[in-house]
Every structure is written in C-alpha cells, then in structure tokens.
C-alpha cells in the first residue's frame, strides 16, 4: 500500500516535471549538439538540407590559424585577470559592507554596487565608450582637470584590455559583491571571537577563519566568473570590436565576425572549444573546490 | 437547401478571392526607406497585375544572409532577394538556386541605360545572378563652411587634401573655439570597413584593383597601388588627420563623427545626401566631388563601390510573378521611386524635380565614374585572401613603420603565398 502511494506519488511528480524537462533539453541541448554538429561540416553547405561533413577539417583549421590561437591566448589571459581582479576587490569590499562600522550607510553602498547588474550592459558599455573617448571623453577630462596625462582608453593597444576590464567591473562585480555578503551575512560569530580571545590577528583571523566559511561563495562566485569571463562578448563587440588590431579579440567575438563571413563551420567549432574549455575548467574548479580542506 | 446555395457561393467567392489574390515577398536590408520604396513600387505593379501586393520585409544584413540561405535551402524562399551583388554571389555560393536572369534580361527591350559594366558586375559563373536595379556611388565630401573659414577650393590633389585637413586640425574651422575638429573621418574597426576605406582611395584614384588583377597577381606592391597604400595607412598613423579613435571606429561611430560636425572630410554615399541636406543633420552644409587624385596622369572618380540588385530564387513561391517583378524594378516609375526613397538608380532618363544639388550630383552624374572590381567574381579563393589581408591591415594600424615601402613589399610576398596556398 506504501509502496503503491510512493509509485503514484512519483510517477505524479514525473508527470509534472515531465514538460519541462522536455522543454529543457529542447531549448537547452538541442541547439548546442546542432551547434557541434554544424562545426563538422563544410561552411558553404552547413545551412543546406544535405550539409557535406568535413569530420576535423574546421578544428584542424583553427588550431593552424595564428589569430584563432592568439585570440585563445587573450582570452585565457583576460579571464585569469578579470576572475582574479573581480573575486578580490568584490570579497574585500562585501567585508567593507558587512562591517559593523558601516552599520547605517551599508544600504547606500550596496544599492550603488548593484545598480549596474541590472543597468542593460549595451547602454552601460556604450556609455563606457564615451567616457573613454579621445575626443570628449570625460576620463581624460577628469586627468586633465588635475594635471595627469591622457588615458590611452580603448584607442591604445596599450590600454585597451586595462580599459574594457575596467568597464567590466563595473558591471559585474555588484553580482560578486551580494553573492560574498549572504555568505558574510551567515559566518559563524563565535569563531571570531574565539579567535580574538586567542590574539589571532587580522590576517591570521581572515586566512584560517574568514576564508573557509566562505568557500560556497568563492565557488559559486569563481565558476560564475570564469564562465562569465571566458564568454566576453558584449563589452568588445560594443566598445572595441576586437581591437586596437587585435588586442581584445577574444574567442567569442572572433567566432562571431567568422559567423558573420558566413564561415558557420569554423564559427561553430570555435565555439565548441570554448565550450568544451569552460565545461573543464568549470567542472575541474568545482571538482577542486569541493575537495580541498579550506582550514 | 438556401443555407447549401449560400454557403456554395460564399466558398466560391471565397476561392475567386484566393485565386486572384497574390503575393511577393522580397527581403532586403535597406530599411525604413527601403520598405517605403516598396510600397511606392507594390502601387504602381498593381496597376497593370490587379489583385498583386508587394510585401517587402528588411532584416539587418547579417541576419539578412542568414535568413536568405536558410530559407533557399530549405524551400521555404521568399518571392525575391535584394541586396548588394557581392552578398547574393554569397546566397548562390551557399545555395545554388538562385535564378539565371540572362534569357530574362535578353528578351528586355529598354535596357540601354546599363552600361557593360553594370550587366559585368551582375554575373557570376556566366550567370546573370541580379538585375542591376542601383548603382552605389560615393564621393568625396567636404564642409562648405570650412572650407570658406581656411580660404581654401575643394581639393583636387592629395597634397591639397592633405593641406586642406591639416588646416581643419589647426585653424578651428567650426569657430567654436576649441581644438576638436579632424580633417577626415575614417573608420576601421572591423576588417570588412578598414579595406572599404581602402577601396576608396584606391578607386578614387583611378586604380583598377585594390589587392589583385583578374590574372591573380597581387597588384599592392605596384608603384601606383603602392603610394596610394602607404598614403592610406600613414592617414591612420602618422599624419594626425583622423580621430585617435578611429582605429575602433566603425560606420555609426564614423556617422558620429561625421554628422557631429567634427570632421571636414568624409565619404559621401549617394544614400546619405537626403538625411544630411535636412537641418538635423548637416543641414547641406557639404559639398560632393570626385575623390582625390594621388597619380599624375591618372583620372580620379568617384566611386561605384557596388551595385544593388534583385536576385529570384528558383523555389520561389511565385516564380513567374516574381521574375515580372524584377524586370518592373527596371522601369521608369520603379526607377523614380528608388531615386527619391533610397537615394540611387540605374537610369535618370525621367524628369527629377525637386532634388538638391547634392542629390542631382549621384542622381545624373557627370563626372569620372570607377567602379570596385569585384575580384570574387574571378577568383573564388578571394574572400579568404581578402580576409587575410584584412588582417594584416589591422594589426599594422597598430604597429606604424619607419619604412613603409619595405612593409608593403613584404606584404605583398606574404599575399603570394597565401594566394599560392588558396589556389592549390
């Protein structure tokens, strides 16, 4: 009788959940596997009803293509900068706003971190790109204004990456910051005081106190990042458009100008590289978070 | 047994109705003033194919590739495509059905207005791929005003161009009293717009090909295509004539610049005049000419940098309808409407009222015309050596040389090689 109520309990449940669960590998995986598959054949007949497949020919075509690996390189080094540069200034500054001494004035700095999460990234990024405009650009305005040189912004192969990392920031990091304070918000307070009891320092307290609670918003936050990263797209396409030459020529934007030269089968299989990329080190950061004792 | 009578005779109106009733659907890319053009067209058809509409739908061109292909492939095609030529050679490349018009075009009487040229550019493969419906002309412009407050002609020469841009770097034409004026506005953000610009000087000064002849030799490191490069990529360098941001300007930020009155020089499409003779734009403050000369000897132009045209899928819905269609994109009124909605036509053999200087320049030209060379036409490796050389371009904007002439020698060995490559 039990047994039979579970079965119709379940088998209830797997009617409910069965649509949508239909519908999450229709619009979910279906356009990714026709994405992989398209990246096995000819570019000029990838649209047609009998595509011609190439099997690796497009893979072996842009690991022999020089731009498609600097633009790998780019793209990992931009990523291992921006994860890096975000996590820490977002945990330091959710530790700034979960402080006690911040106890009245917290809400006016959160709402100002977060504002640009949900602000469109288009009309954020465009407004980035005025700012730092040669020509009346209110970044070299303000530099100016107080005797310092111009800031070579996106214009400079210089600067360029320093100049959309900036802007990225911007939007992202408000996503970082509310992540690291609810897990600030459930920190254990009795450590903390143990550990002041027994004259731990600053740092000491941080390193072996602060940080292991932490962990499930580190990783949440640095699988977000990475994948968020590895991905950038609108702020290049918006402001730089892969340049200065080829200085923010990142995988997805050069995958896309592919696209756009109707070239749907190298296109596709860069995109299925940086897929399998962030399906690894996503899976492998996770994997290793998880695993590691963080005391 | 009334109900039965009733009902027969709604059904047989009905299908009258769905019988007599068609029609075309044409995609294209031009917008607004395209859609307008259209509708104009869509009136005038009806009147000699009663019960015929014309629904024309644009998509942003890259869309507008994508949607085509996929639609061809999969017979689900509109009635008819329009674009410029080289994008429907793209659609033929990745479809193989679209409609040969050459027995079409044949059996055409009033025709005479193409010139051998026009018809050239409309074949691909010994197919006639399009019916060459508007030429893309674009010239040189320049700011009246300013060119009054530095006391100087319209220029003729490079040399003058350069002096004349230099003078609306330095002498604050606008009058405005801040040093934020250029001498031309460029742009060369992606590739595809960086070797446009290139095309127009190239073209502009009476050269025949910007990368290689229809014998496939690559043609950059001759004399004459060699000045005109290194004059092109030191416009980007070393003159300080352009804005530092154009290396990541591309058509709207050149827009901006040019319609943000802060650049004297600039180019001029014949699709452009209407909005910039209106006082929201530059209010015909402008004035058009031929692009400027850079060889002694050689007659500089303006430029056909393409020719728009209609292209009939073979699956298409309608394909007799369709093919009478595009033929009428040929007539007088058809023609008069494109000129007064889109800016551009084949032919200017009817009465043009009410057109601004400017417009009447493009709209009955009587200047050197030189149109682009469409090497994709000859030489189907093409797009991938132009893309190559896109590249090269690019990176190099970034990285200026002392020896310029030794730069483009080595580029164009580089190009040989890869030409070489792509043709084995």
Sequence with gaps: ?295 | MKLNALMGATALALCTTTASAQELVVWHDLGDNGIAWFDKMSEVFQKTNPGVTVTSVSFPTDQWYGKSIAAINTNTAPDLIYNNYERVIRVVNQTGKIKDLTETFGAMDDVGFLTESDIGVATYNDEMIILPVQRVQMGFGIRDSWLDAVGEEFPETWEDTIRVAKKFVEEDPDGNGRADTYGLALQAANPRDLIHMLDLYTFGAGLRHTLIDPDGEITIDQPDHKAVLIEFLKTFTEYGLVSPDTITHSFPEMYQVIEGNRAGMFRVGDWNVKKWDTEESLNGDFRIGEWPAHINGTENAVVIGGMRGVAVPENAPNLDLAVEFAKFMLSKEAQAASLQNVGAAVRGDFEIEGLSERRLYFAQPKHTLNAYDFPESVHSFYPELEAEFHRELVEILVDPQDDWDAYVEELADRMREKRDALMQ
């Design chain 1, 1 to 295: 009788m039990l047994a039979q109520f579970k079965l119709g309990k379940s088998t209830v449940f797997y009617l409910f959940a069965a649509p949508f669960a239909l519908l999450t590998i229709v619009m979910g995986l279906w356009p990714i596997a026709l994405s992989i598959q398209t990246s096995f054949t000819d570019s000029y007949t990838a649209l047609s009803p009998d595509p011609v497949y190439v099997g690796l020919s497009n893979y072996i075509k842009i690991f022999n293509d020089p731009v498609f690996l600097k633009s790998a390189w780019l793209t990992l080094r931009y990523t291992l900068i921006a994860v890096l540069l975000n996590l820490t200034i977002a945990l330091f500054y959710a530790m700034f706003l979960s402080s006690s001494v911040l106890s009245r004035g917290a809400w006016l700095f959160k709402l100002c971190c977060f504002l640009p999460v949900v602000t469109p990234d288009v009309a954020g990024f465009i407004v980035w790109k005025w700012m730092y405009s040669s020509d009346f650009g209110a970044i070299n305005a303000m530099l100016n204004a107080i005797g310092l040189p111009d800031f070579g912004g996106v214009s400079s192969v210089q600067t360029a990456t320093i100049a959309i990392l900036i802007a990225e920031m911007w939007y992202h990091v408000g996503f970082y910051i509310v992540i690291f304070l609810a897990n600030f918000a459930m920190l254990d307070k009795s450590l903390d005081e143990a550990a002041m009891m027994d004259n731990a320092g600053f740092w000491r307290k941080f390193y072996k106190v602060t940080l292991p609670q932490l962990r499930p918003a580190i990783t949440i936050n640095m699988i977000y990042a990475l994948i968020q990263f590895l991905k950038t797209f609108t702020v290049v396409v918006v402001i730089t458009k892969g340049g200065p030459g080829t200085t923010t020529n990142f995988i997805s934007y050069y995958a896309y100008r592919q696209f756009d030269q109707a070239q749907y089968g190298t296109a596709t299989a860069m995109a299925t590289v940086l897929f399998a990329v962030i399906m690894v080190l996503a899976s492998g950061l996770y994997w290793y978070s998880q695993r590691r004792d963080w005391r």
